[in-house]
């Protein structure tokens, strides 16, 4: 089993920064890639950034260029850096790590951005 433990959500400016952890446990061997999806209230949940086993990443347009993902040494934690933060950047943020054929989520954490 997978465990996924995030954290660095909160009530932020916009204009401001935050950054996201989420830290992997369990049996995390294998791993195929490592990402951040959110949900806003009555959307559905979207992929924000994910990065690779070999470190290739990949971002949703709404956010290029002001969102990092690194996961430093391919060890068994995420990071999402998020700057410029604008009010429709407010969701729960979700990590989420594929390995093989399997997918696990994390339990999610709030970030609220206000204008």
């Known amino acids: 089993q997978v465990q996924l433990v995030e954290s660095g959500g909160g009530l932020v400016q916009a204009g401001g920064s935050l950054r996201l952890s989420c830290a992997a446990s369990?049996?995390?061997?294998?791993?195929?890639?490592m990402g951040w999806y959110r949900q806003a209230p009555g959307a559905q949940r979207e992929l924000v950034a994910i990065i690779s086993s070999g470190g290739s990443t990949n971002y949703a347009d709404s956010v290029k260029g002001r969102f990092t993902i690194s996961r430093p040494n391919a060890k068994n934690t995420v990071y999402l850096q998020m700057n410029s933060l604008k009010p429709e950047d407010t969701a729960v943020y979700y990590c989420?790590?594929?390995?093989?054929?399997?997918?696990?989520w994390g339990q999610g954490t709030q970030v609220t951005v206000s204008s």
């Open positions: 369990g049996s995390i061997s294998s791993i195929n890639a």
């Open positions: 989420r790590l594929t390995k093989l054929s399997d997918g696990y």
